[in-house]
């Protein structure tokens, strides 16, 4: 796939501040071009965790003029262990300057259907567009069965053209109940970033790359249509893959 970049790092832990350094390029590069607001979108999994230790740690940073959404949610009260707001909350949000009013969190107190609309508004409002929202950067991580944000193999919401937030409500991975952005707003992005590290992720990171039998997979539907894609993986996930890949040393900048 043209633009695609597949960035191989020898553990997680080299993984990690690269991702960090990648954020704060395009973030420095959003604000410098007059922009408003760097607009991120974050996910759960592993995410939390990289995020977490790696961005307090970049020296300086500058993030009260960040706009962070989420990707996807869990339609659970933010104090539930399950919620990804809660957990950035707690373990990211508050070690940076981000603004309580510059977080677009979901409202989970809404029915599922109704969330995902008041979500979609909350996009609206903040992108000051009834369009389409282009998020500067997303950050994505990819489940064993090739899901990304909370788009299921096989799903209806696949199709979907029209909505930019999405409600699922017969989530195959638990809790059921979500609020998802859609693929036209995924594919809209500046710059999207999966992060998949582990031997677990070997296989289908491989089928999903270099393609194999069966339906597409979520993941590969993701190709942003004017914006830059990166892949970034430990040497574990990559182990299988016969594609060229790019392998980043300790203080790589991508
Ligand atoms: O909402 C969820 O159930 C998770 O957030 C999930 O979608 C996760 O992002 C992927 O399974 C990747 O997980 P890892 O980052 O742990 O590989």
Not at 84 to 111: C, E, H, M, V, W
Not at 235 to 245: H, R
Request: proline content about 9%; overall charge negative; glycine content about 8%.
């Amino acid at each position: 796939m043209p633009g695609r970049r597949v960035v191989a790092f020898v553990s997680a832990a080299e993984l990690g501040p690269a991702l960090a350094r990648l954020i704060v390029s395009r973030a420095e590069k959003a604000v410098s071009s007059g922009a408003p607001s760097f607009s991120l979108g974050l996910s759960g999994g592993s995410l939390v965790s990289i995020l977490s230790k790696e961005l307090p740690a970049v020296p300086d940073l500058d993030c009260s003029r960040w706009l962070v959404g989420f990707c996807d949610e869990r339609l659970v009260p933010y104090d539930d262990p399950e919620s990804t707001y809660g957990l950035y909350k707690n373990q990211l949000f508050s070690k940076l300057n981000l603004p309580d009013d510059r977080i677009l969190a979901i409202n989970p107190s809404l029915p599922v259907q109704q969330c995902a609309e008041d979500y979609a508004s909350k996009l609206s409002k903040a992108f000051n567009t009834q369009e389409t929202p282009v998020f500067d950067m997303l950050l994505l991580g990819m489940g064993p069965d090739g899901h990304t944000c909370s788009l299921f193999p096989e799903h209806p919401l696949l199709q979907e053209k029209q909505k930019t937030v999405a409600s699922i409500s017969d989530s195959p991975k638990p809790p059921p109940q979500r609020v998802t952005l859609t693929l036209p707003v995924v594919n809209a992005a500046r710059c999207v970033v999966f992060v998949s590290t582990g031997g677990s992720k070997a296989s289908v990171l491989k089928a999903l790359l270099e393609g194999g039998d069966g339906p597409v997979l979520p993941a590969a539907l993701v190709a942003p249509t004017q914006g830059e894609l990166f892949w970034l993986v430990d040497e574990p996930a990559a182990a299988s893959l016969t594609l060229d890949v790019e392998r980043a040393g300790p203080g790589a900048k991508l």
